[in-house]
């Protein structure tokens, strides 16, 4: 026992009360959400497309496959990126009912984000309360919840109705303007469903068919590389389907993936290309020629699918293709596209070239254009071109096609393409170097065996309405 004065023992020490612990404070910083990594890419897609003037198609692939984003998250990522940049117009036509300020006063950030909440609500079946919580989580982790009470609110106030109801309320009036109803309900610039009624001839049905079809998300385009894979073993590798025109081609189904991660690409077997370009480098080759038949040039190589398709072709009997492109960083896109192909690069401009004035077989212009027949493959360019567009483009084509003349030989064929219905760049062009220089016009229907809707000649021009295709125009010339 211890005595007066000493300490009792640690073991015999009465043990000491515990305080009761303090209650928990509730945290005013709520749970991080977990965001959605399809969503997330799809909102940086958009941000980049805004801020560095990118490509769509050119910086998703990459996000997926640095983040690792496949199957069905893919597919939503893809939708909801090339869907939002589609229909921007439209979105921001109803986003502009919804905000109670300029949208131009609406930081650049915020403003995608509601492209993207809007786009799930009008024009996918993603649940109301899904999408708009979905884009509110993206705002809140990147912005803080006075910026996501914002966009919550807005979101909120176009769930009241749906697109139809959106068109009606947003759109030009059907009956007093036709065609500016009819754009905005499709999300097309007015100016674009214009050219677009312009060149069918029409403002009803047709050109109804032909928007609707170029606001749709298309089909993934293969072409075997002739000589090393026919579009049989093509679709067999790939799960695709023979195209129904092209020898060489192949479809694949929308949100199929990205493409270049497929075997036969990467392998070199194969490479995308719309089956509309593919026919408009083959119609080239289809003409009957009197002499040779060995040197063949593409005038504007850049990036070098078409050069690839004809360097193959032309190998495959021992001639020789020379491609040209003036900017540096495409020509070397087209060093790697025909790699291992006869093809010499010459990083010139096609119209002063260097090249040897009638000397080449068969020539193609594939000439720089405003885009407007692929615009659903690239959805963010119908909203970037302007009509001030055209009349540079036009005098380009012009110096161009001259200069592939001046190239072609006595007898040979020039064939002139364009990614564009518009008439400035397409007939427009075609008749007013014809009448300058003399070259016959061929009738280029001939050239594309089993077509069908092509027209009365003697040009063709392709629609994804009729034919499922890019809107390409071609035009088949001979030399005098």
């Not at 928990?24 to 959400?33: D, E, G, K, L, Y």
Request: charged fraction near 25%.
């Amino acid at each position: 026992m211890n005595g007066p004065g000493q300490h009792p023992s640690r073991s015999s020490r009465p043990s000491r009360p515990r305080r009761p612990a303090p209650p928990r404070r509730r945290s005013t910083t709520a749970t991080p959400p977990v965001l959605d990594p399809a969503r997330q890419a799809a909102l940086d897609t958009l941000r980049a497309v805004r801020d560095r003037d990118a490509y769509a198609n050119l910086v998703l692939p990459g996000l997926l496959r640095e983040r690792r984003i496949t199957g069905r998250d893919a597919a939503l990522a893809t939708e909801l990126a090339y869907g939002a940049s589609r229909a921007q117009g439209l979105l921001d036509a109803v986003l502009a009912v919804c905000v109670d300020r300029p949208l131009s006063e609406v930081d650049g950030a915020v403003l995608d984000a509601l492209r993207l909440g809007c786009y799930q609500l009008l024009r996918t079946r993603i649940p109301a309360h899904a999408a708009v919580a979905s884009t509110v989580d993206l705002v809140r982790a990147e912005r803080g919840s006075g910026i996501a009470g914002f966009v919550n609110a807005v979101l909120r106030r176009v769930t009241e109705h749906d697109e139809a109801a959106w068109v009606a309320q947003v759109a030009p009036d059907e009956a007093t303007d036709p065609i500016g109803h009819l754009a905005m309900s499709t999300a097309h610039p007015r100016w674009v469903a214009q050219a677009f009624a312009e060149a069918l001839g029409s403002r009803g049905e047709a050109l109804r068919a032909a928007l609707e079809a170029d606001d749709a998300r298309p089909s993934v385009h293969l072409v075997a590389r002739p000589g090393e894979c026919t579009a049989e073993e093509l679709a067999a590798m790939t799960g695709g389907d023979p195209a129904p025109y092209s020898p060489y081609g192949v479809h694949l189904e929308a949100g199929a993936g990205d493409p270049g991660d497929l075997d036969p690409v990467r392998e070199r077997l194969a490479a995308v290309q719309d089956e509309g370009s593919q026919l408009c480098a083959l119609a080239l080759t289809r003409v009957p020629l009197e002499g040779p038949d060995e040197r063949w040039l593409d005038l504007c190589a850049g990036p070098g699918g078409k050069a690839a398709l004809l360097g193959a072709l032309v190998g495959l009997s021992g001639g020789t293709l020379d491609a040209v492109e003036k900017t540096p960083h495409r020509a070397d896109l087209v060093s790697k596209s025909t790699k291992g192909l006869p093809v010499t690069v010459h990083t010139v401009d096609g119209r002063e070239s260097g090249l040897a004035e009638g000397s080449y077989d068969r020539v193609l212009v594939d000439a720089p254009c405003t885009g407007l027949g692929a615009l659903r493959r690239r959805p963010e360019a119908r909203w970037r071109r302007q009509p001030s567009d055209v009349a540079g483009l036009t005098r380009l084509q012009r110096e161009l096609l001259t200069s592939a003349l001046n190239l072609a030989r006595p007898g040979g064929i020039v064939a002139y393409v364009v990614c564009s219905p518009h008439l400035s760049e397409t007939v427009g062009i075609v008749a007013d170097v014809v009448r300058r220089t003399g070259a016959e016009r061929l009738d280029t229907r001939e050239y594309f065996p089993e077509m069908p809707d092509l027209g009365d000649g003697p040009n063709v021009q392709l629609w994804p309405h009729l034919h499922g295709t890019d809107a390409m125009f071609c035009a088949l010339l001979r030399k005098p």
